[in-house]
């Protein structure tokens, strides 16, 4: 082996073990860490994703520990497939300790494995025997064994748990057997300590102590700059801007360095040379650029898990994304809080998300790029079936109070429910369920209570008839009893009367005789007929009673015949009724089996109809769209024709005007795209940065005093004041550039800028747009909310535009241009409105939580003071830069500044450079009236007398 020297061409290299001598390996704390443990016999495992520089690791740990006398092995399942048998892979791996241990002339393997195979002895007693037997007897120094590709191992075709226990017993030895302590092991591999034994019926793997391997971080990567020097102008600031993008992942760090010497544009500033060698070979067509693979890599990891686990990890993955802070932003926690999970480690593993300050994040600015959320969501719909996917992205995409509808009933949730068994589903999908379980229940509770309302409705006409027909009965009954009493009052009255009239008779034929006989007894008889005149006269009072006894008998016998009719027709109805109830019952019955069935059948139409109306809402819209731009388009033509003429004439005129717009607006871009620059330098270095964004905010000033409102530049302000903001520790608001889905949906609010040449509309589409007051046509598009824009409004300036949203934030937008300037992040509810001050200078939001804040907008002239008080320590010692800052030349810097320029303008003289120290002579004179003297004549004194001291 040759060894490198200094005179080597350096180069990175992308992929695979790093060797032993390569000059760019990057020393981590798990480098440091891992040496130390083995080299103390501590059991270790490394397991992380795949290509974060594990082999390279062990080389070197290895490297290190056989340097120190310790004899090293590796046993690495990789090299041999996966398709061997137990006693085939032991074989092997015994024979591979034999040959880095260098025990051939010690034994005899293939006697020795032969002899021991014919006593029946197995594959894992055959591998104890190996080690107590012989390499723990031929060998007296200390032993580290590299266990490397664990989760190759671990996809063998048998049973590995019988290894892992064995290596577990090996550790336990050391209490009884002092040759042991001399044994160590070191695993290696994508896999948790959870994955190594299996079997419920054993004890866990829990020896070892867990290695963490963390990205490089800028003060150890250095190293990796040995490649840049004289490829580009500033090699460190390069390394910064490329382990920002990368997070120190190991693979993409030397990937994304290879590129940037093959591509290096050294007119670009290193950040954007860098994010433009991310974008364009790594972001940009990623799957076919990602040679050789690792993007690929970490796809596959997820989306090729097991369909019960992957659900689960995009899922979390999701929940990460979401909570991830946007760029530039002053919120630096992001993410969601780790556990150690399963499915979080699993997630972990696939190297896309990394565990920092206690959460889970994702693991750099690439990843979130390339596995982005549309990239989940696709993800999401792939593992949904077909009806479940359809019914669950309408219901994602419909407003709450229509949510309900797109929910799974009846078979289609009990296949929903099939599907979903044994899975980790998302927190969505699990909502999505949960509600159209709840929905199913409340549906199923309602055919319920109304079976039981049509049971209860039956049994109340069934009792009504009952009693009705009770009722009747008992009236009969009792009319004729009545009827049957006064019959037989009647015939006794009748038999009294007879009697009487016949006794009267029986007395007259015997007075006649008797008063004809006994003179004497006519008085007698006188009043006897007297009596019976009486008797007569009562038996015709007695007749005549009967005679009205007999006209009511007759009429209560007549009623009795009506009431006993009325009871049979009453009894007839209550029979029809119960019928009728029955009949009823039985319609309630086949309507509840067939609203049943009309039910599943609309389900599956709801479904059917749910794509169909999503895709008559697209066309509609773009009809709606298409006929929209069309009227636009006639109106722009009438107008065009009817100015025609006009313009004609102002032609001239226009064209000495857009000559001078045209420059305005270059500069106005040029500014622009600096104070961009200025933002995105901030990152990797505040002071350059900030110096560089006053002078930027210097020029935006003298343009707009001298073109006014065409001169105004958004950008270097507010760049200024996030700048600002951040290194004063104030809690300022990050500029965020995002875009989202396009305008459709209700418009909530509008409002005419202050000229009322422009209007502002707010919409529940997650966006607000600008509008031409006069013509219609659209200005601007204001794309970032997460969910529906309540109110917007125009500055007093009619610069700016505020918005508030229901996604809990407001945001500031350039009214010109739709591009987002700050976002007002803080309230805890809906933002529900929010309006400038009328000067301009403050905002107000008002919220759902109960509060309303009031935020300021600094204008560029205090900006630029606290840019100046902020570098005043900084600008006094460096007197060449405060030259270049026109605003921050006051009496308090240029006074104890301009004796630090003196000096310095001394020292070029010396140097031989007069020119450059006339010019500093003539600023601190400038600086300081009371130098007094001869910027010349000094100078050149200075240099002459530096000669002759020569």
């Known amino acids: 082996m040759t060894n490198p020297t200094s005179s080597t061409p350096f180069s990175y290299q992308v992929g695979g073990s790093l060797p032993a001598e390569y000059r760019g390996y990057v020393e981590r704390q798990a480098d440091r860490e891992l040496y130390d443990r083995l080299k103390s016999g501590e059991y270790c495992f490394v397991f992380n994703s795949r290509q974060m520089g594990k082999s390279s690791l062990r080389v070197r740990v290895m490297q290190k520990l056989a340097a120190e006398g310790v004899a090293c092995a590796v046993i690495d399942p990789q090299t041999r497939g996966t398709s061997l048998s137990e006693d085939q ?23 020795w494995w032969k002899d021991l195979a014919a006593q029946s002895i197995s594959a894992v007693e055959r591998f104890t025997y190996f080690i107590d037997r012989v390499l723990l007897a031929e060998l007296s120094q200390d032993v580290v064994i590299f266990v490397e590709e664990i989760d190759n191992l671990l996809s063998l075709k048998f049973d590995t748990d019988g290894f892992f226990i064995l290596i577990r017993s090996f ?50 990567a250095q190293p990796l700059m040995q490649g840049l ?21 190991p693979f993409l760090t030397q990937r994304v360095l290879n590129l940037v010497v093959q591509e290096a544009d050294l007119r670009l500033s290193p950040p954007d040379l860098v994010a433009q060698v991310v974008t364009s070979q790594l972001i940009d067509n990623w799957e076919a650029q990602d040679v050789p693979p690792h993007l690929k890599t970490i796809r596959d990891r997820i989306l090729r898990s097991d369909e019960r686990l992957r659900g689960r990890l995009l899922g979390i993955y999701q929940q990460v994304l979401d909570a991830e802070p946007p760029p530039l932003s002053s919120r630096k926690e992001g993410g969601i809080i780790a556990d150690e999970s399963y499915e979080q480690l699993q997630l972990r593993l696939t190297g896309l998300v990394v565990k920092r300050e206690g959460r889970l994040k994702v693991y750099n600015p690439i990843y979130a790029q390339v596995f982005n959320g549309q990239w989940v969501a696709r993800a999401l719909a792939d593992l949904r079936p077909g009806f479940y996917g359809e019914a669950f992205k309408a219901w994602q995409e419909a407003q709450e109070e229509q949510k309900e509808s797109f929910l799974l009933r009846g078979q289609a949730l009990r296949e929903a429910e099939t599907w979903a068994k044994g899975k980790r589903l998302s927190k969505e999908d699990e909502r999505f ?46 009319t004729r009893e009545e009827s049957g009493r006064i019959i037989k009052k009647a015939n006794r009255r009748n038999k009294l009367s007879l009697l009487g009239a016949l006794g009267a008779i029986a007395i007259a034929a015997i007075a006649v005789p008797i008063s004809i006989k006994a003179t004497n007894n006519f008085r007698v008889a006188q009043t006897n007929i007297t009596k019976l005149n009486g008797d007569n006269l009562r038996l015709l009072a007695e007749q005549r009673k009967l005679q009205q006894d007999k006209i009511t008998l007759d009429s209560n016998l007549r009623q009795t015949r009506r009431k006993e009719k009325l009871a049979q027709k009453n009894l007839s109805v209550a029979r029809g009724k119960l019928k009728d109830a029955d009949r009823k019952f039985q319609q309630a019955q086949n309507q509840a089996r067939s609203a049943q069935q009309q039910y599943l059948q609309a389900q599956e139409r709801v479904l059917v109809a749910s794509a169909q109306l999503a895709q008559v809402n697209r066309d509609r819209a773009a009809t709606e769209r298409d006929k929209v731009a069309a009227e636009q388009q006639f109106r722009l033509a009438a107008a065009q024709q009817q100015k025609a003429e006009r313009a004609a004439r102002q032609a001239e005129r226009a064209a000495r005007q857009a000559e001078i717009a045209q420059e305005t607006i270059l500069a106005v871009n040029r500014l622009e795209r600096s104070g961009e620059v200025a933002s995105n330098n901030f990152q990797f270095g505040q002071i350059p940065a900030l110096v560089e964004a006053i002078q930027v905010g210097e020029a935006a000033k003298a343009l707009a005093q001298k073109k006014g409102r065409a001169g105004f530049a958004a950008n270097p302000l507010y760049a200024l004041q996030t700048m600002l903001d951040t290194v004063e520790n104030r809690a300022g608001q990050p500029w965020q550039h995002q875009t989202l889905l396009a305008h459709q949906g209700y418009v909530w609010t509008a409002a005419f800028s202050p000229d009322g040449k422009r209007i502002v509309t707010a919409s529940s589409d997650k ?17 970032g909310h997460q969910s529906s824009v309540w109110t917007a409004a125009f500055s007093p300036d009619g610069k700016r535009i505020v918005t508030a949203s229901e996604d809990k934030t407001g ?25 400038f001050s009328p000067d301009g200078k403050r905002i107000v939001t008002a919220s759902s939580d109960k509060t309303a804040r009031v935020w300021p907008v600094e204008n560029l002239d205090r900006l630029l003071v606290r840019g100046c008080n902020w570098l005043k320590n900084y600008l006094i010692v460096n007197p060449q830069m405060l030259a270049k800052l026109s605003t921050c030349q006051t009496a308090d810097l240029t006074q104890p500044s301009a004796s630090i320029l003196m000096e310095q303008s001394e020292a070029l003289a010396r140097e031989g450079k007069i020119n450059e120290a006339i010019e500093g002579f003539k600023i601190a004179q400038k600086w300081n009236p009371s130098l007094r003297f001869d910027p010349v004549a000094r100078a050149n004194q200075l240099a002459n007398d530096a000669k002759k001291e020569k």
Not at 201 to 220: C, D, H, K, Y
Not at 451 to 476: D, G, M, P
Not at 771 to 782: C, Y
Request: aromatic residues 8%.
């Open 89 to 111: 892979w032991y074989a092997g791996t015994i024979k591979r300790l034999i040959d880095d241990l260098h025990l051939q002339e010690k034994i005899d393997f293939s006697s």
């Open 229 to 249: 020097v004289g490829k580009v102008d500033d090699p460190q600031a390069v390394l910064q801007a490329v382990l920002y993008w990368t997070g120190g992942q």
């Open 811 to 835: 945001r500031v937008w350039d009214a010109e241009t739709g591009r987002e300037i700050a976002s007002l992040n803080g309230h805890q509810g809906y933002v529900i409105t929010a309006a």
């Open 767 to 783: 966006t607000a747009r600008v509008w031409d007051a006069e013509t219609g046509r659209e200005i601007a598009s204001l794309n």
């Open 433 to 478: 369920l949960d509600d159209s379980q709840d929905v199913e229940k409340r549906d199923m509770e309602r055919r319920l209570a109304a079976e039981t309302e049509a049971n209860q409705i039956l049994t109340a006409a069934r009792e009504q008839a009952e009693t009705e027909l009770e009722t009747a009965n008992q009236a009969l009954l009792e």
């Open 171 to 220: 550790f336990e030895r050391r209490a009884e057997d002092l040759r042991y302590r001399r044994l160590t092991f070191a695993f290696l591999g994508v896999a948790t300590p959870s994955d190594l034994i299996v079997s419920k019926r054993s004890s866990a793997f829990n020896i070892g102590r867990a290695v963490e391997m963390s990205g490089f971080q800028l003060q150890e």
